[in-house]
């Protein structure tokens, strides 16, 4: 059982559409990252969230962390190809010294 | 900097064989984190270091996988003997202090810098 459930799976839309990509869990985190995935390599970290309700924007991506701290949003405007990618959510908790990861969300951008 | 180093970065292999999977974290990193991927179960943590000791392993599936890292540049992850359902990309990352560093009362979380994997392919 995952602890993080991501939403949707898998994504294609065409270049320019605006999407959501969703993070969901019943357990609470004190801290939430985003981080992308492109074919061959590893995971690289967008974004830190730390506090209930914060919202934190890196150019065209807006991050939001739930009141609650128990799950998150990626919004994504006007999509380009180079944003294809696999983004995966991953939460850490009070306590021990790991981040769980999401399940995943394969987002593909058409030209 | 080169970044986290891992080497092979394909390996095939025939069920039954020793695997060691090989990672240099970057350097004036003191946690190093080995992780597995697969389709059905994401991204696992598997075992992490801090300052060259094992400070978590939970998450290491059962006695056939080992990992040990005798100095600060390198570690392994060691496979014996190797299964199939051990196919997977293995990933190796470290970050610049402890992930979740307490300093007057505020906890600071640090980015985990990820190697390129190795995909790894049991027959």
């Known amino acids: 059982t995952q602890l993080l459930e991501q939403s949707p799976q898998f994504l294609s839309i065409q270049e320019g559409e605006n999407l959501t990509v969703y993070c969901n869990s019943s357990s609470v985190f004190s801290s939430l990252q985003w981080y992308r995935q492109e074919p061959g390599e590893g995971p690289v970290l967008l974004v830190t969230v730390v506090t209930g309700g914060e919202v934190k924007k890196l150019k065209r991506l807006t991050f939001q962390f739930g009141d609650a701290r128990k799950d998150s949003s990626l919004h994504i405007t006007a999509a380009q190809p180079g944003d294809t990618g696999l983004y995966l959510c991953a939460g850490a908790k009070n306590t021990g010294n790991q981040f769980y990861f999401g399940t995943g969300t394969s987002l593909t951008v058409i030209p | 900097d080169a970044g986290v180093i891992q080497s092979p970065r394909h390996e095939v292999t025939e069920m039954g064989q020793e695997v060691t999977l090989r990672c240099k974290p970057i350097?004036?990193?003191?946690?190093l984190f080995w992780y597995r991927q697969t389709m059905m179960r994401g991204l696992e943590l598997l075992i992490y270091f801090n300052n060259n000791v094992p400070i978590d392993d939970s998450g290491m599936p059962e006695d056939r996988f080992s990992a040990k890292m005798p100095n600060a540049s390198f570690s392994t992850l060691k496979i014996q003997p190797s299964e199939p359902r051990d196919s997977a990309v293995y990933f190796c990352?470290?970050?610049?202090?402890?992930?979740?560093?307490?300093?007057?009362?505020?906890?600071?979380?640090?980015?985990?810098?990820f190697g390129p994997g190795t995909r790894l392919t049991v027959l």
């Open positions: 990352a470290s970050s610049p202090r402890d992930i979740r560093l307490q300093f007057s009362g505020r906890i600071n979380y640090n980015e985990q810098f």
């Open positions: 350097s004036g990193h003191n946690s």
